[in-house]
């Protein structure tokens, strides 16, 4: 019961946190002293005290987007265990609806995008449609890899086995499936080298420029569910990464959130040291992640 | 016709009903001289009435679980065999009276007698005659009134597909469906020559009474599967297909798609039942060339920016899908894994059935936005669900089915298979023996026909029914009628409905799955899929929850209220209709990508000089396998064969004398 509950609380409080973590991280590698680590929190409370500017040209398709997007990565975090701790709800083949709620949420904030008529966001709208689909095999991949590591069928069973032990034994695999699945998480998240979060650069932005229509209480549903996808992905990789159990519940809890506020730390210094990828680059940095994990898979199979 | 035994059961009854019905359904208005729609009003009755006691008999045998069979004595003008209704067959005929009620009212408001008086009367007749030969086609037991049925269903395609004959596009798809057809069915004879010397009989075999190991059997199961290849669309036999889907009236295509293409699925999954220790490689190859119907299926549908073009790719990759689930069950089989045969086959069970709602849902969405705007032409629709938002509903229902997404019944089915595959490679409750990297690669191949579908259909959506028409049409778009909604809103309903209780379809799948199983193996008082379907309707209920409860919190009155603006166009000009991304634009990173296989064509126009002329820019991608594989292949085979067209004069009376020596020289060679 207080798993449920702490389970509960950090998944609706604490993504706005990641945010603010790694803008802090870019601010400091910029020499800057940033925005307060709550910065998203407080974007998030005044988005959703404010009015909305809808296009003449929507439909009920527009305003249903960001509402579906986030319900379905609400159910999707009630699938996701966090740290040590096996998730609310698990059944066998409850990865297989992880992974299709995100398809489904993809498909929402698409059609909201085209909705609008607008040639930015149909742009935008065939760029996330053509990399999210080249990364959908590097997801499965990692899938099989701990499905066949740990004899289970479902997220909890997979991410809870005894991960340390697995990396003595299958190491090299686990370490190139963490190489791909990092390229994914920087991609499914919109965080550079693939997609710029902060630039208004409508022609070089992928999910940004998707959501340029969107305002107010809906905007801040889009932060917030984006926000909630980058902390659900966060721990399903952070688990594979730094697999340490204490044997004690709460200190297991605190080592999750420790180990969550390094992997944003990271993801910040991978934003601030590197340049984002032209374009035509990005298939080619994500079928190279698809044919690591697939020489993961190949690993454990003999 | 006279059936021997005590009597009809009760479900054969229903179908033999239903299938004598539809057969005669357009009869009346052939003969009936005034052309005010009557004939077309009688048929459609006679449809719906012959589909709804097809339907009642099939479900009652899926429910009961009971097969019969009966021989049809021969007689005059009568051809004798044996024919019944088992639970395999049962299933096949639920989607086929399905839509094939749907598609007769569908029918009525898309091709009125009252407009075409000449034509209508004619597709109206074939329709009925189609679905009842595909009905019989699923209930033969025998080789004889298979191929029989087979012949009908073949040339009632035909004619009902060509019912727009003055288009030169139509007669050319025709031809090539009818040649193709022939072709499948030459290899089919083949087959069950084959098959009664291996059980000297006609009459199907019993399931499981064969033994798979033997080179005969190899024989029997490769012509089945080039012969039913052929029919069901699997890459690389699959070239009648694009064509034929895009020239039928919609709801032609809704039934092709959806029944007529599973009539070849139906052949392999009969065929492969018949055999209780079928070799590793049979499920390997089916596994294989799934795969690749699968994503090169979804990728050619990429490239079209014909509606019903790209509709009809979207068949071959969900036939590459049901493809797989076999090849699951059959490599399950032959490593004796009992969870493996059953999420395999109930997953392909049910995507089949599936897939008939969710792409005879869409064909019928698609035919209702051409009837309205006039063109297949993706590029030149736009905002077309402001004009239909009913019809735009139900083809986003059906766009996301297609797509596997949950709370919908295609992610049902996927989810079977998915589970099928996990199992295998991963090794639970089960060892595979061989074939483990393959049915690896084919989750992720899975995964990626799953993420290029969704960009495929949010491309069709976005571009035909969001935004603003690109394209003032001559007559303004209206909402379809109700003859035409009503249809569209029983598939939708149905995809809802598997979607968020899949215990239902279940429920009908779990005997049809019994009946592909050995009758030693015990399955007879059924089976239970290995697979916790209850929390599917557990978290789409969730799912539907959550969306509800947050709709309050995002759109609720506040202060600011909500302003009403243009489109955001980054300070430069107002958006015109023209500056939209279209369908081709849309797609052309992946086309790019995946170029070598998709070879795009690109009429780029020459720009010169300082004023230069109004230029057109084109781009399409043609059918690669029928223009660089057969073309030329059937080319330097008729220059071959050219001496032989001397024996093709076009005299009908030689050519019975032809037919006479054959069946002189058969008769003096049979033993």
Not at chain 1, 55 to 80: E, K, M, N, Y
Not at chain 1, 188 to 214: A, G, S
Not at chain 2, 170 to 192: K, S
Not at chain 2, 508 to 525: K, N
């Amino acid at each position: 019961m207080t798993d449920l509950i702490i389970h509960l609380f950090l998944v609706l409080l604490m993504p706005p946190l990641l945010l603010g973590v790694i803008s802090r991280t870019k601010a400091l590698f910029a020499g800057r002293s940033g925005a307060p680590l709550l910065q998203p929190y407080y974007d998030l409370a005044r988005l959703f005290r404010k009015g909305m500017v809808l296009s003449d040209t929507t439909t009920w398709l527009f305003r249903s987007g960001p509402v579906v997007t986030l319900a379905t990565v609400l159910v999707a975090s009630l699938l996701i265990p966090l740290g040590n701790h096996a998730a609310p709800l698990s059944f066998d083949g409850d990865m297989i609806l992880f992974a299709y709620l995100f398809a489904l949420g993809r498909f929402a904030t698409i059609l909201a995008a085209l909705d609008t008529g607008s040639s930015f966001e149909g742009m935008g709208a065939a760029r996330e449609a053509t990399y999210s689909c080249l990364a959908e095999p590097t997801l499965f991949f990692a899938l099989i890899v701990l499905a066949r590591l740990s004899g289970s069928l479902s997220l909890s069973g997979m991410l809870t086995q005894p991960l340390g032990a697995v990396w003595a034994d299958s190491g090299a695999s686990l370490l190139l499936l963490v190489g791909a699945l990092f390229i994914i998480l920087l991609a499914e998240n919109c965080r550079i080298p693939f997609d710029d979060p902060n630039t208004h650069l409508e022609l070089t932005m992928i999910h940004e420029v998707m959501v340029l229509d969107q305002s107010g209480p809906l905007l801040g549903c889009v932060l917030y569910g984006a926000a909630l996808k980058l902390f659900v992905l966060s721990a399903f990789f952070i688990r594979i990464v730094l697999p340490f159990r204490t044997g004690d519940t709460l200190a297991d809890w605190g080592l999750f959130v420790v180990s969550l506020l390094l992997l944003a730390i990271a993801i910040g210094t991978v934003e601030s040291v590197m340049a984002r990828f032209r374009l035509t680059r990005i298939p080619q940095l994500l079928i190279g992640a698809g044919i690591l994990s697939s020489f993961a898979t190949l690993l454990i199979l003999r | 016709m006279f059936l021997a035994g005590e009597g009809l059961s009760p479900s054969a009854a229903l179908v033999a009903a239903g299938i004598l019905l539809t057969a005669c359904s357009g009869l009346p208005g052939l003969v009936l001289a005034r052309r005010d729609g009557t004939g077309q009003k009688i048929a459609t009755l006679l449809m719906v009435a012959g589909s709804g006691l097809g339907l009642a008999g099939a479900l009652n045998a899926l429910l009961t679980g009971a097969s019969a069979r009966y021989v049809i004595t021969g007689g005059f003008l009568v051809v004798g065999g044996e024919w019944g209704v088992d639970p395999l067959s049962a299933f096949f005929l639920i989607p086929l009276f399905l839509l094939a009620g749907c598609g007769a009212l569908y029918g009525s408001g898309y091709f009125p007698e009252a407009k075409h008086p000449s034509a209508a009367p004619r597709l109206t007749f074939f329709f009925g005659l189609l679905a009842a030969s595909v009905a019989l086609v699923f209930t033969a037991r025998d080789a004889l009134l298979f191929l029989l049925a087979w012949e009908v269903m073949a040339l009632a395609s035909f004619f009902a597909l060509t019912t727009e004959d003055h288009r030169k596009e139509v007669r050319e798809a025709g031809l090539l469906f009818l040649v193709a057809a022939h072709m499948g069915t030459l290899v089919l004879f083949a087959h069950f020559s084959l098959l009664k010397a291996a059980t000297s009989s006609f009459t199907f075999p019993g399931a499981g009474s064969l033994s798979g190991g033997t080179a005969p059997a190899a024989a029997i199961f490769l012509t089945a599967l080039v012969g039913f290849g052929f029919k069901a669309g699997i890459m690389p036999l699959h070239i009648w297909l694009p064509s034929a889907h895009a020239a039928a009236p919609s709801h032609v295509s809704a039934l092709m798609s959806g029944v007529i293409i599973k009539s070849g699925i139906y052949g392999i999954v009969r065929v492969t039942s018949f055999y209780h220790t079928p070799p590793a490689w049979w499920g390997m190859t089916l596994l294989t060339l799934g795969i690749i119907s699968a994503v090169a299926g979804v990728l050619f549908a990429i490239g079209q920016h014909d509606l019903k073009r790209l509709l009809a790719y979207h068949s071959i990759e969900n036939i590459g899908i049901i493809a797989m689930g076999i090849g699951v069950a059959l490599i399950g089989r032959s490593s004796g894994s009992l969870p493996l045969e059953l999420l395999g086959m109930g997953g392909a069970l049910l995507h089949l059935l599936n897939h008939a709602l969710f792409k005879g849902l869409l064909f019928l969405g698609a035919g209702s936005v051409i009837h309205a705007v006039g063109t297949r032409e993706i590029d030149l629709m736009g905002g077309v669900a402001k004009r239909l938002p009913l019809t735009g509903l139900f083809f986003l229902t059906g766009a996301a089915a297609i797509c596997g997404l949950p709370p919908l019944n295609g992610f049902v089915s996927e989810y079977l298979i998915y589970l099928g595959l996990f199992r295998g490679v991963a090794g639970i409750g089960t060892v595979v023996t061989s074939g483990l990297p393959l049915m690896a690669l084919a989750i992720p191949a899975l995964a990626l026909v799953g993420g290029l579908a969704l960009a495929c259909f949010v491309k069709a959506y976005g571009v035909v029914f969001l935004g603003v028409h690109r394209q003032e049409s001559v007559t303004q778009p209206h909402e379809a009628g109700l003859s035409m909604l009503l249809p569209m809103g029983i598939l939708a309903l149905l995809c809802v409905l598997i979607g968020l209780f899949p215990q239902g379809g279940i429920r009908l799948l779990e005997p049809a799955v019994a009946g592909w199983f050995p009758v030693s193996a015990g399955m007879a008082t059924g089976v239970t899929l290995p697979a916790p379907v209850g929390w599917i309707t557990v978290m789409g209920l969730l799912l539907i929850f959550f969306t509800l409860a947050i709709i309050p919190v995002a759109l609720k009155k506040r202060p600011g209220g909500i302003a009403g603006a243009v489109t955001w166009d980054c300070g430069f000009l107002r958006p015109t209709p023209r500056m939209q991304y279209t369908a081709s634009s849309f797609a052309a990173t992946l086309v790019d990508l995946f170029g070598g296989m998709l070879r795009p064509r690109r009429h780029r126009p020459k720009i010169s000089g300082p004023y230069p002329e109004p230029a057109l820019f084109s781009s399409h991608v043609p059918e690669v396998v029928l223009e660089l594989l057969y073309l030329p292949l059937l080319k330097r085979g008729n220059e071959l064969l050219m001496p032989l067209r001397r024996l093709q004069h076009g005299q009908i009376p030689l050519y019975i004398l032809y037919i006479f020596v054959t069946v002189i020289v058969l008769l003096l060679l049979a033993p």
